[in-house]
């Protein structure tokens, strides 16, 4: 069933007024399923806001846009873009032959393009990140969409060590890359890229916090850095000062990018369930999950 959005409200408040009989944890349950699909995306955010015009469509057995074959699940693609999931623990791409998700993707798309298409990177994730990376599928649809990235929005969760001195605040300073490949702050600009992170409290965790994070920047390991230098490192980010307590899993996950999109200029909102586990505080000594 799909239904044209004709005045402004919450996803859930549209939920309630569509299955009037219907009580709030069985409406939870419907969003939480994933099937429940804004302008063909997947949201399952009670809070998401509808806007005129919008479409919402309910898919029932399971959601049309993750594919099952591709190397990755796919939460949006077009005949120009693809958006997919990245786990942690693979590089979003590679100089060094190791594996990652460009060449995956890209082996994958030239499979079911007849050779026509491939994966042109975007954006980043670090490694250790997991959540949200779009891919173009030409160069010029690239060069497009970076032309306008200032204007695109990304959310991130980041589980941390303790709680940071405000429930809300903005970081900004200038990071540099050591011989080491470690990523600090400094007085000296010279050589150095501005970095502005924004943070927002969610809910504490046990002994931790789980904030929501927007980047101005896009520079390399700066949520990490920035936490870290806040004194709230992320959870299992040893390398940048978090306790040996808990396993080596990163907490940042990826979680919404909002774009201009190249050919319609038509703002797209794209999101990423939380990892299982990713609240879970696990000892050092445990598998990593």
Not at 255 to 277: A, C, I, N, W
């Amino acid at each position: 069933m799909k239904t044209t959005i004709r005045k402004t409200s919450s996803l859930f408040d549209f939920l309630e007024e569509l299955y009037p009989d219907s009580p709030r944890t069985r409406i939870k349950k419907i969003l939480q399923s994933g099937n429940i699909l804004v302008n063909n995306i997947p949201v399952t955010l009670n809070s998401f806001m509808l806007n005129p015009g919008d479409t919402v469509e309910i898919i029932k057995g399971g959601s049309k846009i993750v594919k099952s074959d591709s190397p990755f699940p796919v939460l949006y693609e077009d005949d120009q873009l693809i958006v997919i999931d990245k786990p942690a623990g693979i590089a979003t791409s590679s100089v060094d032959g190791s594996r990652n998700v460009r060449d995956e993707l890209s082996s994958w798309l030239r499979d079911n393009s007849k050779g026509k298409e491939r994966a042109w990177v975007i954006h980043r994730l670090d490694k250790e990140v997991s959540g949200i990376v779009m891919f173009s599928k030409s160069e010029e649809t690239m060069d497009k969409v970076k032309d306008s990235w200032d204007q695109t929005e990304k959310h991130y969760y980041a589980l941390v060590e303790g709680a940071p001195p405000e429930n809300e605040g903005t970081m900004k300073s200038w990071l540099v890359e050591d011989s080491k490949q470690k990523v600090h702050s400094t007085r000296n600009q010279e050589n150095a890229k501005l970095a502005i992170t924004k943070y927002k409290t969610i809910k504490p965790v046990n002994n931790c916090t789980l904030l929501d994070i927007v980047t101005e920047t896009g520079r390399k390991n700066q949520i990490r850095v920035h936490l870290s230098e806040l004194g709230c490192p992320i959870v299992g980010d040893r390398k940048y000062g978090a306790s040996s307590e808990y396993i080596r899993r990163v907490r940042l996950h990826a979680y919404s990018l909002t774009f201009q999109h190249p050919e319609t200029g038509k703002s797209t909102t794209v999101l990423s369930r939380m990892p299982d586990g990713f609240l879970t505080m696990k000892a050092h000594d445990e598998k990593y999950k």
